[in-house]
C-alpha cells in the first residue's frame, strides 16, 4: 500500500495545471498516487491530464460531468489506496518537502488524525508571497474552526485513511466553505486536528470565482454551525454569537479588498459589531481598521477604496 493518494479535481485549470502537477511530481518523499478528476472541463485540461498520466505511472484518471469540486473529490475517495489522503487544487502549488513533512509529523504524533501547515499567499509569483498563514500551537477545535478557518484551503489538508471512513466525504450540496464544513464534522467526532509550523502550500490568490461569493461563503458558514450541532458540539449561544462576528469580520475584509460595492463591507461589519463587539474587535489591529474601512467605503468612490484597500 503506498502512502499518499493525492486528489486533484480539476475544472478548465489549463493555464495553473501543468505548473501545479510539477510540484508535485517534484515531491521529496516518492511514495505516493494521484488520482486526477476532470470535472467536465472544456478546455486543454483533459489533454494535460491524460499526458501526465502517460508519463507517470502513479497517476490514474477520472472523468465526469462538471458537478463541482466536493463531488470530484468524493469520486476519487474510493480508489484510494494510500495509507493517508491529501488533496491538492489545480491552481496551488506544494513545497517540495510537503509530503515528507507531513509523514514526518504522523510517525511522530501517532494521536494525530489530521495535519495542515502554513500557506504563503501569492498573486503572480510563487516566490513572493504577499502573506503567510500562522499556526496554532493547540489542536482545532470546532469553535477554532467557527471562528477562523486557518487550514484555509483543501490543499493543505493531509489526514490518515481511517478518517475518511468514519467522518464521510464533503458535503456535495456546498459550494463554499466545504473544507471547513468537513473539518468540523470531523472535530466533533473526536478527531484531532493539529498543524505544523511550516509553509508548506503556495496558495494562488485571485479576486474572481468562488471566492468572491461572499454571501455563498456566509451560507457554507452557516452550515457548518448547523453541521456541528447536529453532531453535538458543546457550543453556547454566546461562544456562537462572538463567532459569527469574527467571521463577518473576515467576510468585511475581504469585501474591500475585492473593491465589491461600498455597502456591502459596511452591512458585514455592521452585522459583526451588532452580534459581539469586543469578538469584531479582538486583535485590534484586525477588528479596529476593518470596522473604520467598512463604515467609510460606501463614502469613497471606487478608484479609491481600490487604492486604499485592494491587495
Known amino acids: ?13 489549463a493555464s495553473s495545471l501543468e505548473q501545479t502537477l510539477a510540484t508535485l511530481r517534484a515531491q521529496s518523499l516518492e511514495d505516493w498516487e494521484a488520482i486526477l478528476v476532470d470535472d467536465g472541463s472544456t478546455d486543454a485540461t483533459p489533454e494535460i491530464l491524460r499526458k501526465a498520466a502517460c508519463e507517470d ?22 480508489f484510494a489506496r494510500g495509507l493517508n489522503i ?23 504524533h501517532a494521536m494525530e488524525d489530521i495535519s495542515f501547515a502554513k500557506i504563503a499567499f501569492f498573486k503572480t509569483d510563487p516566490e513572493s508571497p504577499s502573506t503567510v498563514s500562522t499556526v496554532p500551537t493547540a489542536p482545532l477545535s470546532v469553535l477554532d474552526l467557527l471562528r477562523e478557518n486557518v487550514v484555509c484551503t483543501m490543499s493543505n489538508l493531509v489526514l490518515r485513511r481511517e478518517v475518511i471512513h468514519a467522518v464521510g466525504g464533503l458535503d456535495e450540496n456546498l459550494i463554499h466553505g466545504e473544507d ?5 464534522r470531523a472535530a ?16 494562488r490568490a485571485t479576486t474572481t470565482g ?3 461569493d461572499l454571501d455563498g461563503m456566509y451560507r457554507g458558514w452557516q452550515a457548518s454551525v448547523t453541521a456541528a450541532l447536529n453532531l453535538g458540539a458543546s457550543l453556547s449561544p454566546k461562544q456562537l454569537r462572538r463567532a459569527e462576528a469574527i467571521y463577518l469580520r473576515y467576510l468585511a475584509r475581504r469585501a474591500l479588498r475585492l473593491n465589491q460595492p461600498g455597502m456591502v463591507a459596511a452591512r458585514y461589519a455592521l452585522r459583526g459589531i451588532a452580534l459581539s463587539p469586543t469578538a469584531f474587535l479582538s486583535e485590534l489591529r484586525r477588528g479596529l481598521p476593518t470596522l473604520l474601512g467598512s463604515l467609510t467605503a460606501p463614502l469613497l468612490p471606487r478608484q479609491i477604496r481600490h487604492a486604499l484597500y485592494s491587495d
Open 1 to 13: 500500500m503506498t502512502l499518499f493518494t493525492v486528489i486533484i479535481p480539476c475544472y478548465n485549470a
Open 57 to 78: 505511472h502513479r497517476t490514474r484518471l477520472l472523468h465526469q460531468e462538471n458537478k463541482g469540486p466536493s463531488i470530484a473529490r468524493n469520486a476519487a475517495l474510493p
Open 86 to 108: 491529501a488533496f491538492l487544487d489545480a491552481d496551488d502549488l506544494w513545497h517540495k518537502d510537503k509530503l515528507a513533512e507531513h509523514h514526518r509529523f504522523f510517525e511522530k
Open 180 to 184: 471547513r464544513h468537513w473539518l468540523v
Open 188 to 203: 466533533a467526532r473526536g478527531f484531532v486536528i493539529s498543524g505544523f509550523d511550516k509553509p508548506m502550500v503556495s496558495y
Open 210 to 212: 468562488l471566492s468572491a
